[in-house]
């Protein structure tokens, strides 16, 4: 809600909004959604933007996308969860005090809210996708060229250590280091088990929740 935050954002669920045309970062994860003024301005621009896509494999046909007609104002029934796994050691007590402000709001409009376990985190996984997606970008077809080199091997190499950022080369290594032979069993494959795990958490915790609160960021 704008009340407390200077903007507000939707994360539609997977496969909702088309992600043909994006840069892919995680395959698996990704997904397209609105950052507007507040949650009538979100839910209005995703009308727009949610539609099936033939083009986009992961796309899928929903029955309903008005999504404005959800807007009552009110949150009396709800059930609503937040990890207490996400407030701990890590997060800025700015973004922790948001959280507990939106709790406290949804309490006053009726709202039951309470704690629960979730845990873990899926960023093996998203290191790995990235380190495979962002291999198109090698300054070939698209995107960043270096604009000095000998051969086709040193521009790949210049191409990609002058347009890629601190941070995204952090991910590219940790998820080539994770798919590389010798490895893969003991980081990628284990954390898709992981993954299986987490979707079975939130399964469980959507079973009794109806929503689920939570820092986007930790700052």
């Known amino acids: 809600p704008s009340s407390f935050c200077g903007v ?27 950052v507007a003024r507040d949650t009538a301005d979100c839910a209005a621009v995703l009308e727009i933007l949610a539609s099936h896509d033939k083009k986009d494999s992961t796309s899928v046909p929903r029955k309903d996308y008005n999504f404005t ?11 609503i969860g937040i990890p207490s796994d996400y407030l701990g050691e890590g997060l800025d007590d700015e973004i922790r005090t948001a959280v507990l402000q939106g709790a406290e709001l949804l309490k006053s409009q009726g709202a039951e809210v309470e704690f629960f376990d979730l845990g873990m985190v899926e960023y093996v ?4 996708e990235a380190s495979s997606n962002l291999s198109r970008f090698d300054g070939v077809k698209y995107g960043y060229r270096t604009g000095e080199y000998e051969d086709l091997h040193e521009m ?21 280091f994770v798919l590389s032979s010798g490895y893969y069993d003991a980081y990628y494959k284990k954390a898709l088990k992981v993954k299986a795990v987490i979707k079975k958490s ?8 109806d929503a689920i609160l939570s820092p986007t960021a930790p700052t």
């Open 8 to 34: 507000a954002g939707i994360k539609p669920t997977y496969g909702t909004v088309s992600r043909y045309g994006l840069i892919a970062y995680g395959s698996s994860l990704d997904q397209i959604g609105p």
């Open 125 to 128: 996984i998203a290191s790995a």
């Open 202 to 209: 939130f399964d469980d915790a959507f079973e009794k929740y």
């Open 156 to 176: 790949y190499k210049k191409s990609r250590s002058e347009g890629f950022g601190t941070e995204v080369k952090r991910r590219i290594m940790l998820g080539s």
């Open 69 to 79: 007609e959800a807007l009552t104002g009110e949150a009396k029934g709800m059930k």
